[in-house]
């Protein structure tokens, strides 16, 4: 099995041009988020205060059934921005797993070599297949593991993730560049980013999003993607209860019996398709 090679995320200028609503993105036709989007982020601890008010409601979340979850950070943040979120998902009865390299600054020489041993541990030390959870960045690790791992995962789900659109699309490539000393305009990797796993696997994002932008986040369609769009922020986005409602939902999913996201009743106000 190969990694994602590591020198291979960059840029290139080019003249964006808008999708059509409610579809994914060419791999350069976007923009990235305007100045008050970015401002909207600082929404972000506004999110975590909501989520501390909903804990009574969460934990009527449906109950997992202990299979392993290996979450990914973003761009620049270690474990400890998912630690609420692990923390939910153990109380929920799942085996939350951080990934255990400190700060992500891109897919670096041994970082994904790393990730793989590690899904491969958590399969045989539970002999279970592994859901993989990743936010932004961490979402591009979770894809491309699934798509060299399949037969050891079990469902992918990624928070804000930018697996198609350009690099530029985002608010976030010059600090990508600048931690990582890497690059990412390789036609080929683009190409390749944009396809989905071969298992179930759900994209989160929002289109208030003030990082990536968010047809950046959205899958074409097919018999194993589905894309659902919450209102939340980009930092946010591991901490919104609308989120971890609909995370816990598609992990909550019978192994074998994927099925699409049908919020039902009230719940329909808080979650949008890229169609409606």
């Excluded at 109380?91 to 891109?106: E, I, K, S, T, V």
């Excluded at 600048?178 to 989905?196: N, T």
């Amino acid at each position: 099995m190969t990694g994602v090679s590591p020198s291979s995320l960059s840029t290139t200028k080019v003249a964006p041009r808008r999708a059509p609503r409610g579809q994914a993105a060419d791999a350069t036709d976007l923009q990235a988020p305007n100045a008050w989007l970015m401002l909207l982020e600082g929404r972000a601890p506004w999110e975590s205060l909501a989520l501390l008010a909903s804990l009574p409601w969460l934990h009527k979340l449906p109950q997992g059934d202990g299979h392993p979850v290996l979450v990914f950070p973003g761009l620049s943040a270690n474990d400890l921005t998912t630690a609420p979120l692990r923390g939910l998902l153990d109380r929920l009865g799942y085996c939350a797993q951080p990934w255990g390299q400190g700060l992500n600054l891109g897919p670096r020489a041994g970082v994904l070599e790393r990730c793989q041993a590690d899904l491969q541990a958590l399969q045989r030390r539970h002999h279970r297949k592994v859901s993989l959870l990743g936010w932004s960045l961490g979402g591009l690790y979770a894809r491309e593991l699934a798509k060299q791992c399949p037969e050891l995962v079990r469902s992918v789900i990624t928070l804000g993730t930018p697996f198609t659109g350009h690099p530029r699309a985002t608010n976030a490539w010059k600090l990508f560049e600048w931690v990582s000393g890497q690059r990412a305009d390789e036609p080929a990797l683009l190409e390749r980013l944009r396809q989905p796993p071969p298992v179930p696997t759900t994209s989160i994002y929002s289109r208030s999003d003030g990082v990536v932008s968010w047809r950046c986040s959205v899958n074409e369609p097919g018999p194993l993607v589905e894309n659902i769009e919450v209102p939340a922020s980009h930092l946010g986005l591991g901490l919104n209860p609308i989120a971890l409602y609909a995370l816990a939902d598609r992990l909550a999913q019978p192994e074998g019996g994927w099925q699409p996201f049908e919020p039902r009743g009230a719940r329909r106000w808080f979650y949008r398709t890229p169609q409606r």
